[in-house]
């Protein structure tokens, strides 16, 4: 989300309706990720304005991360 708010961990039913793919431990994992000090690679949401898939699951370059 590009309003600096962090979004509400999203459910299996609300993955799933979004992207049209089961969700699994792993991809709730990933999806809900704030990316701060984690070890992923493409975790949390894409921020790209019309976007509103998962970062792993979109095209998107991932935006830097800043040191906090």
């Avoid at 590009?2 to 793919?21: C, K, L, M, Q």
């Avoid at 984690?38 to 998962?54: I, M, N, S, T």
């Amino acid at each position: 989300m590009s309003d600096g708010s962090p979004r509400p961990p999203v459910t299996a039913e609300e993955f799933e309706r979004i992207t049209r793919r089961k969700a699994s431990e792993k991809f709730l994992e990933w999806t809900n990720c704030s990316g701060k000090g984690c070890l992923h690679w493409r975790c949390g949401w894409c921020e790209v304005e019309g976007c509103g898939l998962p970062l792993f699951l979109c095209g998107h370059p991932r935006p830097s991360r800043r040191q906090e």
